[in-house]
Structures are given as structure tokens and as C-alpha cells.
């Protein structure tokens, strides 16, 4: 009888050794009595790949006030940046040219930072991201008016009144004078944004919202008795 069980019971691959009839030791020949024949034990196909995070085109976003502003200060300074670069290269050879580069640094690190913006909030990706995007926008468009402001009218009085540019060729003078004015629309368009930012942050602190996309979810209850199972929990 004990025999009997222990045939029933026969792990494949433990007779490996016993004669020409032991079998391989990888398991690769199962037999109907095999713990890893039963249905019960078979391997469970690996579950399909799921998006992390699903991207969208939501272009009406452009259509809003904050989406339309956005879009027009990043044309604004990336009209900035190519009338600096066609009239002036890097400005190191231009009199006043640290006017010249602040502008430049102004309107380059607006385009950056308002186009990051401008495509998470079109991708939806902020959604994502557990931060408070109203105080974000105000500080980065607090930051583009004040540099594209002070860029754009150190420019625009170096062009007109400052004697270095007396004798400055009229087509380096228009670039010039155009680049400022594209740096002053946009600083006036920044601080649109900054002035909605911080009105929609102030709102949302008074209503006592979360400034997160996400609230906390309160921890399950831990069991009521102690597994005394000796397998790690999944």
C-alpha cells in the first residue's frame, strides 16, 4: 500500500539517475501522475502589457484663454530668439551686447519652459503629476515677464538712445527693434498667465481643495488574525 502512494505521489524527475528509465532532471518529460501535469498547477499566461500613461491630443485646449496666451508668447519669443540670431548672431561683437544676450536668455528660456507646459496640459500628461500646475504656471510666467520685460526694454533703449548705436546699420537696428517689441508683447501675454495662475491658486487654497491631481486613500485594515502560513505573502 505504501508503495502504491508513493507511485501516485512521483515528482517527474525524481527518478533521474535510477537506470536508462530516469527522467530528465529539468522536468521536461511530465507524466499524468506529475504534480505539474494537474490543471490546477499549470503555469498562468503572463497578463498583457497595459499603457502607464496613456497620451491624448486635447488641442481644444488651445481654444481657452490660457491655452490661446500661451501659444501666442511662444510665438511671441520665438520671434525674439530669430531676429537676435539673423541680426546679431551670440551679440558678443555688438556694443551694449549683454542687452542683447539678457534678451536672448529671456526669450529662449521662455519658449522652453511655456512649450513643456503647453504640451503636458494638450497630452493630458499633467493629470498624472501630483502638483499644483496653478502655482507652477504663475511662477514660470512671473518669471518670463519680469525677464522678457527687462530683456525687451534695455534692448529697445540701447537701439534709440544709446549713442553706441548711432551708426548702426538699419537692417541690424530693425531686427533689433522688432526682437524688443516681440520680447515686450510677451511679457505683457506672461503676465496674463502669472496674474490667472495666482488668482486660480489663491481660489482653489480658500476652498480648501488639494493643490494634488490625487487624494490619499486611506490604508486597508490589517488582518484580524495572524497567517501562519510559512510562504511569503504575494
Not at 505504501?2 to 501516485?8: A, G, K, P, Y
Not at 530528465?24 to 518529460?29: D, F, Q, V
Not at 542683447?100 to 496640459?121: D, K, Q, T
Amino acid at each position: 500500500m505504501l508503495r502504491v502512494w508513493e507511485q501516485d505521489f512521483e515528482i517527474a524527475g525524481s527518478g533521474c539517475g535510477a537506470g536508462a528509465g530516469g527522467r530528465s532532471p529539468a522536468g521536461t518529460e511530465l507524466t499524468e501522475r506529475s504534480w505539474d501535469s494537474h490543471a490546477h498547477y499549470s503555469r498562468a499566461p503572463p497578463p498583457r502589457p497595459r499603457a502607464l500613461a496613456p497620451l491624448y491630443c486635447r488641442l481644444r485646449h488651445l481654444l481657452t484663454p490660457r491655452g490661446a496666451a500661451s501659444l501666442l508668447l511662444l510665438v511671441c519669443c520665438g520671434g525674439a530668439c530669430c531676429c537676435v540670431w539673423a541680426g546679431a548672431g551670440r551679440g558678443a561683437r555688438l556694443p551694449l551686447g549683454a542687452r542683447v544676450r539678457l534678451l536672448l536668455l529671456a526669450a529662449l528660456s521662455s519658449l522652453l519652459l511655456h512649450a513643456a507646459l503647453l504640451a503636458l496640459h494638450v497630452s493630458r500628461l499633467h493629470r498624472l503629476l501630483p502638483l499644483a500646475w496653478d502655482s507652477v504656471g504663475a511662477a514660470t510666467s512671473a518669471w518670463s515677464a519680469g525677464s522678457l520685460a527687462l530683456g525687451g526694454a534695455l534692448t529697445l533703449h540701447a537701439v534709440l538712445a544709446a549713442p553706441e548705436y548711432r551708426w548702426a546699420p538699419a537692417p541690424l537696428a530693425r531686427l533689433l527693434l522688432a526682437a524688443a517689441a516681440l520680447a515686450l508683447s510677451g511679457a505683457l501675454l506672461a503676465l496674463a498667465l502669472a496674474l490667472g495662475g495666482a488668482r486660480g491658486w489663491l481660489r482653489r487654497r480658500a476652498a480648501g481643495a488639494p493643490g494634488a491631481a490625487y487624494r490619499a486613500v486611506p490604508a486597508a485594515p490589517g488582518p484580524a488574525v495572524a497567517s501562519t502560513s510559512r510562504d511569503d505573502p504575494l
